[in-house]
């Protein structure tokens, strides 16, 4: 007996409803928690006013500084919220509650990746402001430029990161070992990143900074396409 | 000496065939067989109840038969279909276990209608309260779920588990921390979905409670059914039931 | 689809562990010749002076790191998400440990070089930058093995990193190369690049063959150590 059965009660699972209700579902979760975003963020700022501290401008100019510090701290923010996106699920088991439902491995996956994704993107509304503040930096309009970068760097960091979390959340001392397996895999977007952050704050033109950008983008779409198809391995079975 | 293959087949039990077949049934971790051949066969309307002591590989039989598990050899269908599933088979079962399987930060409403809502249930709100009341927390529909004992817990997550109407109903130990009051509920619940034609599997230590519901009763230690039995309606020999338990299994039997 | 459990036995006893291992002893004198050849036996390179026969252990260790046992690593993990046999489990683990050896090799003679040549401990070269998050990475990579006790779950879990890893080496490649490519290198950087003479071509080539030897020496023990624990391991469990 195959194909599908039609029933006037149930609806067929769909990959993106699926992914997206996930998605909600953790971020209704650390919104009523806020415990993962008040930390990344508060790392953030402290680090930003850290950095700013210990640096001398007469010997280094705030435009060969910043990208780093940035980079830096979009880095290590970014690792603290993902722990969560497993351990919210581990917690009580409600793991094995998807696992058994309709809902598609893939699914699963790509809701956790949107949720880290808006993660990442609003303690960046924080720690972005923060650096152009603490360095103070020119703001023009081609800060979108920025905010672009940004938005390419937090989509390839919420895919590995999040696989990397599924896989760490298997093991002893996940908190240790994420950070250690991962920060490899971020050496391809945070320097690129950095790069052409470092163009676009020297005022040259975009082009300059093309192909970190090429990078950036290639990276995002090997890398995504790749944490999809491998995170069902994550699963036992 | 070979495990017997338990049949559960009810009185009046529908002639389209079995619901739940397991055949040969092994899962091994490592060099440990924790489910070491097991057969069954259960058609629509049944209820086994498994008892055994702890290690016996109930828990692992009852993640192969929800598809959680693959198994390492041997073969389990569900309504035709083989298991692990597809999407529509996948949805043909509920899970109750001793984990509240919930997200403590979600409000009990949440928490039912997200599972209602990944079961591809069409109309999650109605549903939701439906079964809310049948389990009879309703009342407490908005009240996050981190703030509720561990009863009230335990029935949120039969609740979640039940919401979609599955045919075929996995429960391990889930009457742990349940009042009277819960217990009650549940058993009614239950009762009314074996009406209905759905299949359950009950883990449980409790002889009571197990034999409530249950059409069919097995023990198993050490990954395999060392016995079988028939629970009549009518009535059950349990201090005999207990006796043979205890020597089979050299523990006591609540 | 089920688990394939390997050549290790369900006996009640353990393969033996064999006595003396002749190949290591072999490989470690082939090495040790090789060496003495290019230390002794071997002109002196007029540009780069003596300390360029770092160079005969350097990129022999460089090349069998990178793409010998990274390789093994990266193809038995993917293939171990096929197949789902613990041999590639135990080849990826060993490849990964002799390759941290291997490119621990290169990490040191690099500065040594480096230093002697130019007096910096470190050049931000494209290849040694590589071999450095390599290294990073396959550290990591034993850092989860360690991190998860079931001998299925992790090697199920070490094969998913081992994957992405392998996706992961052309993007390191790519980056430091551009990243390079803002500072133009140091032009004797490039040890192939001068025209060697016959001798010298030689000693690298018994060099090479030397540590590939080593190389299989050092992975065949450590894949029968592996072997040998499992086979242990499962005893215990059962």
Known sequence: ?237 | MQSPHVTAAPEGASASGPALTAVALVRAFGGRRAVNGVSLTLHTGACLALFGPNGAGKTTLLRLLGGLLKPTTGATRLHGQPLPGDAETRRLVGLISHHAMLYPALSVRENVRFAAECQGVINADDATTRVLTQLRVLDRADTAVRYLSRGLQQRVSIARALVHGPQLVLLDEPYTGLDEAGAQALTDALGALKANGATLVLVTHNLSEGLALATHSAIMQRGTFVDEALVSPSGFDVPGYQAKYRALVHEGLA | MSSVSSAVPRSATLPEPKGFDAFLAIAIVAVIAACARALFFTPIDAMLGAAQKIFYVHVPAAIIGLYFACGLLFVSSIMYLWIKDERLDRLAESSAEVGLVFMGIVLVTGPVWARTSWGTWWVWEARITSTLFLWLLVIGYLVLRSGVESIEVRARLSAVMGTLAALLVPFIHLTVKLFRGMHPEPVVLAPEKPKMPPEMLLSFGLSMAAFLLLFFALLRLRFRWATLRDARAAMEAA
């Open chain 1, 1 to 237: 007996m195959s194909g599908s059965r039609l029933s006037t009660t149930h609806r067929a699972p769909s990959y993106l409803a699926d992914a997206w209700r996930i998605a909600r579902k953790d971020l209704l979760i650390e919104f009523r928690t806020r415990s993962a975003f008040l930390a990344a963020t508060v790392f953030a700022v402290l680090a930003v006013v850290i950095f700013r501290f210990t640096w001398d401008p007469t010997a280094i100019p705030a435009m060969d500084l910043a990208p780093g510090v940035l980079w830096v701290i979009f880095t290590f923010s970014g690792l603290l919220g993902l722990n969560r996106s497993f351990g919210l699920e581990l917690a009580e088991r409600a793991y094995d509650g998807l696992l058994a439902s309709q809902v598609s491995r893939e699914a699963i996956f790509t809701g956790k990746v949107i949720a880290n994704f808006v993660f990442v993107m609003c303690v960046q509304a924080v720690a972005l402001p923060a650096v152009a503040l603490f360095f103070d930096l020119p703001v023009g309009p081609s800060w979108w430029i920025i905010v672009g970068i940004v938005l390419l760097a937090s989509l390839g960091l919420s895919a590995v990161g999040t696989l990397f979390a599924a896989i760490a959340s298997n093991t002893r001392l996940a908190e240790l070992l994420l950070p250690m397996m991962t920060l490899p895999f971020f050496v391809p977007l945070v320097i690129p990143a950095a790069q052409a952050t470092a163009v676009v704050l020297r005022g040259q033109p975009i082009a300059d900074g093309m192909a970190w950008l090429k990078v950036l983008l290639a990276f995002d779409l090997v890398f995504v396409s790749a944490c999809i198809v491998v995170f069902p391995f994550t699963i036992e079975e």
